[in-house]
């Protein structure tokens, strides 16, 4: 009697159950609550019955203990929802707290908090925001925990300015909610956001956690800010803040996009474990800043230690062969791919682009028909691939098929049909597309169009009407725009308006040692030897070498490089002889064409 009266003590079966790891114990005393009758009636024996068959990992079980409970309150509700919540199930959660409502229990935050989470996990956009609606119903609109959920799935589900506008209504604010703005404007692309919002973070007095520095690690790979991303990480290392191997690969994919390929090749040789996914941001890199010959090292040595190359590896090693021509190499990684991964919209684009670029526009072609949910990406890649190759017919093509398929064209589109023409001197066709772009499709023309527009117009000798758009459309500070005007001005011999363009162009102060010597050829050629003279001594002032212009061909398997007049190879008269025969039999069938 005396141990009847002692269990009757909420306190004391509180203490059993959180005791116990045996689902008997429990069962046991959910039979003595069920016996006493009120025990399971406005106490807290409910919660804690399902809160432990929750901790010993019995959720069917809990989900049982819940169902025939007579009564179920809020923090009943909260325990069952905490445990599909832990246990990744979405559905689980929505449905509970949809049956939550509907009997009439008012949720709390923490309901509130992990509904709008599985809201997300589920990218269930609309229920989020339905359940974020009832929550401003019932006066949570100002707490922290529920807006960070909120705020977080607006991030993650792309709603950006909802977020943003959110965040700003908050009249309390901590450290999550700082984070998840910073990152998910890092992540949506939006970097100056994430500094602004980071500076806003600091003014406020919030420390920066290992989180918020990855999110400004990728906004300034992003920007292409050195200073910003060496700053980062400086305060990485003199806080001690930990350098695992996620902050490590960011790290390393920070400093290839801003160009610092020592610094990122130190930092990855320092990383303690690597990743697929290290190697590739490395080689990635090495492939995007034109070294080739690095890209290929990195990926033979990432196999020799045990590394599977993943598809971000592969498509950078793609990008290298498009850049050098490795047309073995490119077909090698086509074959692993096909083999080892599957062929998504990704890779199959970078394929179609190392093929064109490798001179089998045929495979381009094959490897698109068979791609079968082509992107505006995808368009784009085989619009530019017939670009490259001169073959304006079905660059236009290409783009009637596109539009054709309910894909609408973007500024890349244009930029790739565009620079198609100026390259096959189809002046009338780039006009129109020009203004289709700008009338039909309301797309603002960027300066890469407009340099596309005056390429075309300079190289078919229409100087004068070049030079005329730049004025009337205010692109006198575009330095790309004025080199392209100048080329066209060298080919045609227009000595006046070239010389407009030679001193535009030195007013921008170019860095680049092409630009100046472009310049210097053309005041040559107009025998201005004083200007010559002055643009000499600039770029000796620079200290800048001009780095030749050379070939590259894959022999073997191996990259041979050279120059112009390069007699360096052992093997330079046979070749000379070789080119010579071509000559010949070009020419034979070039008479035999003619006279017949």
Known sequence: MLIHRTLLCPRRLKFLLSATKHKLHITQVHAFAITTGDLLHGSFIARDLVASCVRIGEISHARKVFDQLPQRNV?????????????????????????????????????????????????????????????????????????????????????????????RKMTKKDLICWTTMVTGFAQAGKSLKAVEFFRGMQKEGFGRDGVVMLGLLQASADLGDQKMGCSVHGYLIRTGLPMNVVVETTLVDMYVKVGFLELASRVFSRMMFKTAVSWGSLISGFAQNGLANKAFEAVVEMQSLGFQPDLVSLVGVLLACSQVGSLKTGRSIHCYILKRHFLDRVSATALMDMYSKCGVLASSREIFERTRRKDLVCWNTMISCYGIHGDGEEVVSMFTKMTESDIEPDHATFASLLSAFSHLGLVEQGQHWFSAMRNRYSIKPSEKHYVCLIDLLARSGRVEEALDMINSEKLDSALPIWVALLSGCINHKNLSVGETAANRILELNPDSTGIQTLVSNFFATAKKWKEVAKVRKLMRSGAMEKVPGYSVIEVNGQLRTFVMEDLSHHEHHHMLQVLRDLSYEMRDVYTCTSIS
């Open 75 to 167: 923090s009943v509700y909260n325990s069952m929802v905490a445990a599909y919540s832990r246990g990744n199930k979405p559905d689980e959660v929505l449905r509970l707290y949809d049956e939550m409502i509907d009997e009439g229990v008012q949720p709390d935050s923490s309901t509130f908090t992990m509904t709008i989470k599985a809201c997300l996990n589920a990218m269930a956009l609309e229920k989020g925001e339905a359940v974020w609606c009832k929550a401003m119903e019932c006066r949570y609109q100002n707490d922290v925990f529920v807006c960070s959920s909120v705020l977080n799935l607006y991030m993650k589900c792309g709603k950006i300015e909802e977020a943003e506008a959110l965040f």
